[in-house]
Structures are given as C-alpha cells and as structure tokens.
C-alpha cells in the first residue's frame, strides 16, 4: 500500500512557476513508478509525466515538455513537478500516482496506476 500527499498548489499569473511535491508512504517498491496527471473541469484526466526509480525512464506529454521537469528525491520518498512558462491552459487539479511494475510504453495511461493522491489545483491567470 501507498499513500500520496501532494502540496505546493495556488494561483499564479501566466510565465510563472510553481513547484508541485508529492510524498509517498508505504511500500517504497510499490511508487517505483510515479508520476503526474492533471484534469481541467470538464475535460478527462491528462497525463502530464512520469519517472521510475529502479531501470530509469521519464516520459512528458508533449504539452509540458520543456516547460516542466519531474524529479524525485528518493531518499525522502518525494516526487516533485517543477512548472515554468506556466500557461492558463495549465490549470488543472494535478494529481499524482505511483504503481510498481509499469513499463514505459505504460507511464502515459492513467488507468494502469494503482495509487492516487487527492490532488491539489493549480490556477493560472492570464
């Protein structure tokens, strides 16, 4: 079992930045897969990126590539999303997720996650 904390949600104005955190208790080998998604008001859940600790990978959507870097400290169980270039079409609630065993081809469908934070929202204002 796993349980996911995310913090370090607001309001910020377009070209901003914000960092995201999220930190996982329980069973390490369960969140060797963890990752981000977000979901807008009326729109499905979008996967945003996602790493593995153990064999490597890091995927992104192509909406936040470059603009976004997801990190972990693992030492302290905490995935982090750092967000720049921040866009209105970036609020969302983002949530995080973590699984063990997924492959990378895998990273991007959110149904395949078995643990799930509560969220936290994100508002950017143009």
């Known amino acids: 079992q796993v349980q996911l904390v995310e913090a370090g949600g607001g309001f910020v104005q377009a070209g901003g930045s914000m960092r995201l955190s999220c930190v996982a208790s329980?069973?390490?080998?369960?969140?060797?897969?963890m990752g981000w998604f977000r979901q807008a008001p009326g729109k499905e859940r979008e996967f945003v990126a996602a790493?593995?600790?153990?064999?490597?990978?890091?995927v992104y959507s192509d909406s936040v590539k470059g603009r976004f870097t997801i990190s972990r400290d693992n030492a302290k169980n905490t995935l982090y999303l750092q967000m720049n270039s921040l866009e209105p079409e970036d609020t969302a609630v983002y949530y995080c997720?973590?699984?063990?065993?997924?492959?990378?081809?895998?990273?991007?469908?959110?149904?395949?996650?078995?643990?799930w934070g509560q969220g936290t929202q994100v508002t950017v204002s143009s």
């Open positions: 997720a973590a699984d063990c065993c997924l492959i990378v081809s895998s990273f991007r469908r959110w149904s395949e996650y078995d643990y």
């Open positions: 329980g069973s390490t080998r369960s969140s060797n897969v």
């Open positions: 790493t593995r600790r153990t064999g490597g990978g890091t």
